[in-house]
């Protein structure tokens, strides 16, 4: 029988508790300010976490993606990708072109150097988890991927 959590009953509470507080470590291990620092160190990546964030999102598109769509991926304001975008672009790592029949809108792709530096940023950041992972078999990181995948994807509206 497939159970439900229920945050109203004790168990549930202590279960989500427990998790939250596992992701929570994990997100700031992975993502906080000592870890970007040995990543800029290790894999030659001049960019703070959000433009690499950016930079992330920008490398993994197909197409060019308007500032509202970066923004939406992201989950944080337009004005905000706006300066990191041209942040990006002033150092080279981002192009933008203009909307065509919109002068207003832009439209954002990383560049060649832009895709550089977010390749470097993520085979440091998978070597670094394939060293802490070594113990787990390819099963437990398939199983823990695909539960923190649906984790993420009950968080995005």
């Known amino acids: 029988m497939d159970r439900r959590v229920d945050p ?28 970007h620092s040995r990543l800029r160190r290790e894999a030659g990546v001049s960019v703070d976490r959000a433009s690499l964030a950016v930079l992330r999102v920008l490398a993994a598109s197909p197409e060019p ?10 989950m944080v304001n337009a004005p905000h990708v706006t300066r990191e975008v041209r942040r990006l672009e002033d150092g080279g790592l981002v192009a933008t072109t203009r909307e065509p029949g919109d002068q207003r809108a832009r439209r954002a792709r990383a ?23 070594g113990e787990f078999s390819p099963e437990e990181l398939e199983t823990a991927a695909a539960v923190i995948n649906r984790i993420v994807a009950g968080f995005r509206p």
């Open 111 to 133: 560049t060649g150097e832009g895709r550089e530096a977010v390749a470097r940023a993520e085979a440091t950041g998978k070597r670094w988890l394939g060293e802490a992972l």
């Open 8 to 35: 109203t009953e004790p168990e549930g509470r202590a279960a989500l508790d427990g998790l939250y507080t596992a992701l929570s470590a994990l997100a700031y291990t992975m993502t906080g300010n000592r870890a």
């Open 65 to 74: 993606l308007r500032m509202g769509e970066l923004a939406e991926a992201l």
